[in-house]
């Protein structure tokens, strides 16, 4: 599991509170995503990042935005997020976003007041 | 457009017993399938996948699966049940050759 890290683990932030979720992945591997996981859903792709390149965008909310510096870490901003925003964030990485095996991290519990 | 299933949120099994976990797929193309699994306040762990080749497909802790492309099925399964295996399963789908990302199901707790 420590091939990808993911800090905080816990976050509690305000409505009004601006915070970013970072991922670090030491795989080697060129992709990277964002994912929503809530409870009794499935996960939800939110961004994809290939070669530092945003490659989907799944119709995810502006107060959500994402940054990838380089192929090795990922950013996840957030502003003005709702109480719905509420969930376990994941991110993972993989070789290329083709059919190679994705691998997570332990994710970020975040709870919006 | 494709698709994964996992008809079970729930799946109760005694100790030393054969477990399954169903999943069952659509896609308009080949199907790479995969079955991941998370442990309490984890991210999710790979265990095995099926691309191309042998039907029956071996993964980590001993858990295997069987692509059965007419039922359109991925089910997992494993010969001998641990309390350890008590986790949250999820299938995933990607149809091969396309641009297309993983879509994964809604997870299927396993209780041993």
């Known amino acids: ?113 | 457009a494709q698709s994964v299933a996992q008809p079970e949120d729930q799946v109760n099994v005694a100790e030393g017993n054969p477990l399954t976990v169903k999943c069952t797929y659509s896609v308009s193309g080949n199907p790479y399938l995969f079955w991941y699994v998370q442990y309490p306040n984890r991210g999710l762990q790979f265990l095995l996948k099926y691309i191309t080749g042998d039907n029956l497909v071996k993964g980590s802790y001993g858990f295997e699966a069987e692509f059965n492309k007419s039922q359109t099925s991925f089910h997992l399964k494993k010969p001998s049940a641990l309390v350890s295996d008590s986790a949250l399963y999820f299938c995933a789908v990607r149809e091969g050759g396309s641009a297309r990302q993983l879509t994964f199901g809604s997870g299927t707790q396993l209780t041993v």
Not at chain 1, 37 to 60: D, G, H, I, T
Not at chain 1, 68 to 84: G, K
């Open chain 1, 1 to 113: 599991e420590t091939g990808v890290t993911q800090t905080p683990r816990h976050l509690v932030m305000g409505m009004t509170n601006k915070k970013s979720l970072k991922c670090e992945q030491h795989l080697g591997h060129n992709a990277m995503y964002w994912y929503k996981q809530s409870a009794k859903k499935p996960l939800e792709l939110m961004f994809v990042y290939s070669l530092e390149e945003r490659v989907e965008n799944n119709s995810v909310p502006s107060r959500f935005s994402p940054e990838c510096p380089n192929s090795s870490h990922l950013f996840l901003h957030l502003h003005t997020l709702q109480p719905e925003d509420s969930a376990l964030y994941l991110c993972a990485s993989s070789l290329t976003s083709g059919r190679e095996t994705q691998y997570f991290g332990p994710g970020t519990r975040l709870l919006v007041l």
